[in-house]
């Protein structure tokens, strides 16, 4: 039913032996074969299944439905924006909103295939290094599924996501950092999975290749909300590259088999102080060796990934849909946070909104035309990170309870 390659080492397998890694620093790819499931997968099918990811759970490396851990992940809303769109002169911008994910995060589509596929191979414990979204995530369906979490955050994590993780049930640690350009997290992650045999389930596709399927139900979810016609544009936050790689190779397969024509062109935003598929692409470096950044310094840490894991996916279909980059400051990240909360009643979190920075500047260029059909994903909830919104926004003030101080304080606001 499909061919099963790692992009590094070439090595192939089958699904009764695959492993999440084969340990080479490669993802380990999944090929279906579209034309056969394409006799399954129809418009007229999907459109009776319930909406989530498991309706397209033949594209899922799964053996058994069985198996599936959930939550009531994917089929999240379209909206077409209102406000912010008429501030921008926009006519057709719209958001994904990932922050009512059963986890605040887009993560929850790539985590709980990897979780499913590690209950459905008996593991105990799945491990994750992550910011904080990608282990809430995996510790949410490790919970479901009644396995051991073990996380690794960096030690200048958010107070609010470790609190959310220790809740969950996770065994939580926060590592210092030694070096700059080497994430102590994924350096101590693969040296526990290898000394205690747990199974390494952070976002990233080069250590866990079935999680980088489940992100693909982003792009078939965008594709039917528009009616088989994808937008021209889907602006991407981007760390390690593979919210945008996996939803690319989701807008593919539906390509393939011929449920939508064309391709939306991806465009890659990541901030300024961590923009390492940024550089690889403008500079045209080799898509499996790509320069990390020297630094990982930004307001959006869910998007501070030295490293790009899956940046060799995101060059190639950067490549294939003529895809743009660009990076974006701190303070245009911040700016956006607080008019998308205030335009749209969307809360987000700094990393969630970082492609709406990078929009705004592609539309002042003239990249972006103002009547083209724009997608945003928000792939992240405010409450993940509340010190930065707390640090944006005006202090509550203690009033009175007269209305002659309520005026006095409204005209001071």
């Not at 084969?22 to 299944?49: H, P, Q, V």
């Not at 994750?128 to 919970?143: C, K, L």
């Not at 996380?151 to 107070?159: G, H, L, Q, R, S």
């Not at 809740?167 to 030694?178: D, I, N, P």
């Amino acid at each position: 039913m499909m061919s099963i390659k790692c992009a590094k080492c070439g090595k192939t397998y089958e699904m009764s032996n695959v492993p999440p890694n084969d340990g080479c620093g490669g993802r380990i790819d999944f090929e279906y074969n579209l034309d056969i499931i394409k006799e399954t997968i129809t418009r007229e099918s999907l459109s009776k299944r319930t909406p989530g990811l498991w309706k397209y759970f033949e594209l899922m490396p799964l053996n058994d439905r069985k198996n599936i851990v959930t939550a009531g992940e994917g089929g999240t809303p379209l909206i077409e924006s209102k406000r912010l769109g008429k501030e921008w002169m926009m006519k057709n911008l719209s958001f994904k909103i990932e922050t009512v994910n059963p986890s605040g995060s887009f993560k929850d589509r790539p985590i709980c295939v990897g979780v499913s596929k590690a209950l459905e191979d008996g593991v105990k414990t799945v491990s994750a290094a992550s910011s904080g979204n990608a282990a809430a995530s995996m510790s949410t369906y490790a919970a479901r599924a009644g396995l051991q979490a073990v996380v690794f955050v960096p030690e200048d994590a958010p107070k609010g996501k470790l609190i959310h993780l220790r809740t969950l049930g996770a065994k939580v640690f926060r590592v210092k950092k030694v070096q700059d350009g080497v994430d102590p997290t994924t350096t101590l992650l693969l040296a526990a999975c290898e000394e205690f045999g747990w199974t390494p389930s952070p976002s990233f596709g080069p250590f866990n290749c079935f999680q980088f399927e489940g992100t693909k139900s982003l792009g078939f979810e965008i594709a039917e909300q528009t009616g088989w016609n994808p937008p021209d544009w889907i602006l991407f936050p981007t760390g390690s590259g593979g919210l945008m790689a996996g939803t690319m190779k989701g807008f593919w397969e539906f390509q393939q088999m011929g449920l939508i024509d064309n391709l939306p062109r991806p465009i890659v935003v990541q901030p300024e102080g961590c923009a390492p598929i940024v550089r690889a692409f403008k500079e045209d470096q080799e898509p499996l060796k790509i320069t990390p950044w020297d630094s990982n310094e930004t307001v959006a840490g869910g998007l501070a990934d030295p490293f790009p894991w899956d940046g060799d996916a995101a060059l190639k279909y950067l490549k294939l849909a003529k895809g743009e980059v660009i990076a974006v400051s701190d303070r245009a990240i911040e700016e956006s946070l607080v008019l998308l909360g205030k335009l749209e009643g969307v809360f987000a979190e700094p990393s969630g909104v970082a492609a709406l920075a990078g929009l705004k500047i592609l539309v002042d260029q003239g990249t972006i035309d103002k009547s083209d059909r724009v997608v945003v994903p928000i792939t992240g909830s405010g409450f993940k990170d509340l010190a930065t919104p707390d640090r944006l926004t005006p202090e509550v003030k203690l009033i009175q309870p007269e209305t002659s101080a309520l005026k006095k304080a409204l005209e001071n606001y």
